[in-house]
């Protein structure tokens, strides 16, 4: 595997530290399923992060990946699924901790794959 540079691991290790916090707050107000999803990516994100600080290692960016568009499946789902007649309206579309959640997991994605291209020409 190519080595990763520490620079674009620390941005994404702290974008990624954000993002935790964020659907850690998201978890601690809601309920149900999406408590649960909020605390298990919640969790991811701490640890990941902080493993990506002290070892940065590609498969942690790919997991930073994934785990951020698992968070921005967590935004959109709820608000394209009742269009199509599945499940009800989502509750409150514009929450600010839910759009702000979405951002950062979004950022946390293309940070990571900018990463992951940059460790991969550093190796050819």
Do not use: N
């Amino acid at each position: 595997m190519p080595p990763v540079p520490r620079g674009g691991s620390t941005v994404v290790a702290a974008t990624w530290a954000v993002a935790g916090v964020v659907h850690l707050l998201i978890a601690l107000r809601g309920d149900g399923a999406g408590a649960v999803l909020g605390f298990a990516l919640a969790a991811v994100a701490l640890v990941g992060a902080a493993a990506l600080l002290v070892d940065p290692r590609p498969e942690l960016l790919v997991v930073a990946a994934v785990a951020g568009v698992v968070g921005v499946a967590a935004f959109a789902l709820p608000l394209i699924l009742p269009l199509l007649g599945i499940g009800g309206p989502a509750t409150d579309p514009l929450d600010a901790w839910r759009i702000g959640a979405f951002v950062v997991d979004a950022l946390t994605v293309r940070l990571a794959a900018f990463t992951l291209r940059r460790a991969g020409r550093a190796r050819a």
